[in-house]
C-alpha cells in the first residue's frame, strides 16, 4: 500500500515556465512534507519542506502548497530552468515523531530549453 | 562542512555472497538512517539507527541488517545476496532522531550477478 503518491512519472516543461509537481498522500497522520531533488549518480538533496500548520512555504523560485482536506502537495518552480532537469521525489513524515521518512516514487523533471 | 561519506560508490558481488556498505554522517549528527532505491521504487526505508541503537526498521526481510559505531558511523549488511538485491544504496544523516530533513550521501551501487 502506497502512502505517498507521485502519479506522473515524468513531465516536460519550458525554459521560463512554471513546472508543476504534484503528491498525494492517504495517512492522515503525516504533518511534515518534503521535496527533495535527485540528479543522476548523486543522493537527493533536500530542497523545501512544509508543517501541517501552514499550507504554503516559499524558498527562492520554490514554492510548496499543501492541501490537508484533499492530502495533496504540490511543488510549484518558477521559472523552471534546464538546471532543475532531475527526478522530484515528495517524502512525508511525522514531525518529531519516531517515523521515518515515506517516499514516493518520483517525477523525472525535463526542462527544455 | 563534509557531507555523508558513503563507501564504496559500487560494488559487484554474485549471488549467495554477502556485502558491507558504510556510511560517515556528517560531524554531529547522531541519527542514520539507510534506503534502497530500485528502478521505479523510489526510495524504501531499511532502517534508522540512533546512539548506536536501532529506532526504526523497514519491511526487508532479515538478511537486511545494520548498525552505529560510538562515532555515529553507520554499516549495513547484506548477507545471502539474491538478484533483486541490485540497487542503489542511500545513507542519509540528521542531528536528531525525528528530526528532518535528512541528508543524503551519494549512495553505493550494488550489482548482484
Known amino acids: 500500500d502506497q502512502q505517498v503518491k507521485q502519479n506522473s512519472p515524468s513531465l516536460s516543461v519550458q525554459e521560463g515556465r512554471i513546472s508543476i509537481l504534484n503528491c498525494d498522500y492517504t495517512?492522515?497522520?503525516?504533518?511534515?512534507f518534503l521535496w527533495y531533488k535527485k540528479y543522476p549518480a548523486e543522493g537527493p538533496t533536500f530542497l523545501i519542506s512544509?508543517?501541517?500548520?501552514?499550507d504554503k512555504n516559499e524558498d527562492g523560485r520554490f514554492t510548496v502548497f499543501l492541501n490537508k482536506s484533499a492530502k495533496h502537495l504540490s511543488l510549484h518552480i518558477v521559472p523552471s530552468q534546464p538546471g532543475d532537469s532531475a527526478v522530484y521525489f515528495c517524502a512525508a513524515s511525522r514531525l518529531g515523531g519516531n517515523t521515518p521518512l515515506v517516499f514516493g516514487k518520483g517525477t523525472r523533471l525535463s526542462v527544455i530549453a | 562542512k563534509a557531507g555523508v561519506t558513503q563507501t564504496p560508490r559500487y560494488l559487484i558481488k554474485t549471488r549467495g555472497q554477502q556485502v558491507t556498505l558504510s556510511c560517515s554522517p556528517i560531524?554531529?549528527?547522531?541519527?542514520v538512517s539507510w534506503y534502497q532505491q530500485t528502478p521505479g521504487q523510489g526510495l524504501q526505508f531499511l532502517f534508522e539507527y540512533f546512539s548506536e541503537t536501532q529506532r526504526n526498521k523497514g519491511n526487508f526481510p532479515g538478511r537486511f541488517s545494520g548498525r552505529q559505531f560510538s562515532n555515529s558511523r553507520s554499516e549495513m549488511n547484506v548477507s545471502t545476496l539474491e538478484l533483486g538485491d541490485s540497487a542503489l544504496y542511500l545513507c542519509?544523516?540528521?542531528?536528531?532522531?525525528?528530526?528532518?530533513?535528512?541528508?543524503f550521501g551519494d549512495g553505493t551501487r550494488l550489482s548482484i550477478l
Open positions: 512544509i508543517s501541517s500548520i501552514k
Open positions: 542519509a544523516s540528521s542531528p536528531w532522531t525525528g528530526n528532518q530533513p535528512q541528508h
Open positions: 495517512n492522515s497522520m503525516f504533518d511534515y
Open positions: 560531524s554531529g549528527h547522531r541519527s
